[in-house]
C-alpha cells in the first residue's frame, strides 16, 4: 500500500519550484527509470510487485539533488553529490513516505556496505546501504541505464559494467546478478 496522496510529480514542484531546469531534468530521468523499472515488472506479475510503489519510488529516488554540489546537474547545493539517496531519504521521511525513503537511501550504485563507506572515507553513516526488497533492487537496477547527465539517453549493459567497475568488482558482480534476475 503506498503511502503518497499527492502525485510524485506534484511533490517535487514542492521542492523544485525555483529550480525549473532541475525540476524537469530530475522528471525526465526520473520518468526513464519508472518505465523500465514498470516494464520489467510488467513481465514477472509472478512477483506481485506493487506496481503503483514501484512508480513512485522511481519517481522520487533522487529527490536528494537539490542539496548537493553538482553544477553539471544544475545542482547548487552544499552536499557531496554522493549523499543525495541520504538526503533524499530524509525528504520523504519528513513526508511520511518511509518505504520510499528506503529506495532513495539505498539506490547509489547498486548499494554501499559499510565497509566501502570506511574503506573510501565516503561522506555517508557507517552501515550498509543496500537494496534489500525486490522493490528496491529494481528501481535501484533500472537507474543504472540513465545519466542525469545525458538525458534522454539510455546506457547498454556494457556501459553500465563499465561505469560500475570504476568502484570496484562487487557492484559489477551485483549487477550481473540483478541482469540474470530482471532480463
Same mark, same amino acid.
Given at each position: 500500500m503506498s503511502e503518497l496522496d499527492i502525485t510524485p510529480e506534484e511533490l517535487i514542484a514542492r521542492y523544485y519550484a525555483q529550480q525549473p531546469e532541475l525540476q524537469q531534468m530530475l522528471l525526465e530521468h526520473s520518468r526513464a527509470v519508472a518505465t523500465r !523499472? #514498470?516494464? @520489467? !515488472? &510488467?513481465?514477472? /506479475?509472478?512477483?506481485? @510487485?506493487d506496481q503503483k510503489f514501484v512508480y513512485e519510488a522511481a519517481m522520487l529516488h533522487d529527490i536528494g539533488i537539490l542539496y548537493t554540489d553538482a553544477q553539471g546537474i544544475h545542482c547548487y547545493g552544499?552536499? /557531496?553529490? #554522493?549523499?543525495? =539517496? *541520504? #538526503?533524499? =531519504?530524509?525528504i520523504l521521511r519528513h513526508e511520511g513516505l518511509y518505504r520510499h525513503a528506503r529506495v532513495a537511501e539505498r539506490h547509489t550504485g547498486t548499494g554501499l556496505k559499510a565497509e566501502t563507506i570506511i574503506e573510501r &572515507? *565516503?561522506?555517508?553513516?557507517?552501515m550498509d546501504w543496500e537494496p534489500v526488497t525486490l522493490e528496491e533492487k529494481l528501481v535501484c537496477y533500472a537507474d543504472k541505464f540513465y545519466s542525469k547527465s545525458r538525458i534522454g539517453e539510455e546506457k547498454t549493459h556494457e556501459q553500465v559494467l563499465r561505469s560500475l567497475a570504476k568502484f570496484g568488482t562487487s557492484g559489477v558482480e551485483i549487477f550481473k546478478q540483478w541482469t540474470e534476475l530482471f532480463e
Amino acid at each position: 500500500m503506498s503511502e503518497l496522496d499527492i502525485t510524485p510529480e506534484e511533490l517535487i514542484a514542492r521542492y523544485y519550484a525555483q529550480q525549473p531546469e532541475l525540476q524537469q531534468m530530475l522528471l525526465e530521468h526520473s520518468r526513464a527509470v519508472a518505465t523500465r !523499472a #514498470l516494464h @520489467i !515488472a &510488467s513481465r514477472h /506479475p509472478e512477483w506481485n @510487485i506493487d506496481q503503483k510503489f514501484v512508480y513512485e519510488a522511481a519517481m522520487l529516488h533522487d529527490i536528494g539533488i537539490l542539496y548537493t554540489d553538482a553544477q553539471g546537474i544544475h545542482c547548487y547545493g552544499r552536499h /557531496p553529490y #554522493l549523499m543525495h =539517496g *541520504l #538526503l533524499g =531519504g530524509n525528504i520523504l521521511r519528513h513526508e511520511g513516505l518511509y518505504r520510499h525513503a528506503r529506495v532513495a537511501e539505498r539506490h547509489t550504485g547498486t548499494g554501499l556496505k559499510a565497509e566501502t563507506i570506511i574503506e573510501r &572515507s *565516503l561522506p555517508l553513516p557507517v552501515m550498509d546501504w543496500e537494496p534489500v526488497t525486490l522493490e528496491e533492487k529494481l528501481v535501484c537496477y533500472a537507474d543504472k541505464f540513465y545519466s542525469k547527465s545525458r538525458i534522454g539517453e539510455e546506457k547498454t549493459h556494457e556501459q553500465v559494467l563499465r561505469s560500475l567497475a570504476k568502484f570496484g568488482t562487487s557492484g559489477v558482480e551485483i549487477f550481473k546478478q540483478w541482469t540474470e534476475l530482471f532480463e
